[in-house]
């Protein structure tokens, strides 16, 4: 019923930037939080970031003062802009919405992923 797309990673050196988007589609009603998570190669997933409908962001300390992210509550759509990438910042970079949204009368929430894009980020 709701679709998380992904766009936006690839190869960038180190000290480059990128810009991740995700689009939640579908019968939604309403979205509470959006964020981005990661997996690195034979690690677990962990937060990257995430922001509220109201605009309030949270980082991972890893992160903090590189990555911005920002959501366009209008279209649903989530951003991660990522500056001064480091090696260590490869990954699979996952897009999450908590969200609610209508189905068969009634409205049911969900905690949706996206499918994930790759940042690779060389030295």
């Known amino acids: 019923q709701v679709q998380l797309v992904e766009s936006g990673g690839g190869l960038v050196q180190a000290g480059g930037s990128l810009r991740l988007s995700c689009a939640a589609s579908?019968?939604?009603?309403?979205?509470?939080?959006m964020g981005w998570y990661r997996q690195a190669p034979g690690k677990q997933r962990e937060l990257v970031a995430t922001?509220?409908?109201?605009?309030?962001?949270n980082y991972a300390s890893s992160v903090k003062g590189r990555f911005t992210i920002s959501m366009v509550n209008a279209k649903n759509t989530v951003y991660l802009q990522m500056n001064s990438l480091k090696p260590e910042d490869t990954a699979v970079y996952y897009c999450?919405?908590?969200?609610?949204?209508?189905?068969?009368?009634?409205?049911?929430?969900?905690?949706?992923w996206g499918q994930g894009t790759l940042v690779t980020v060389s030295s």
């Open positions: 922001i509220t409908s109201g605009g309030v962001t």
């Open positions: 999450n919405a908590d969200l609610s949204y209508y189905y068969s009368g009634s409205y049911l929430p969900e905690d949706a």
């Open positions: 579908g019968s939604i009603f309403s979205v509470n939080a």
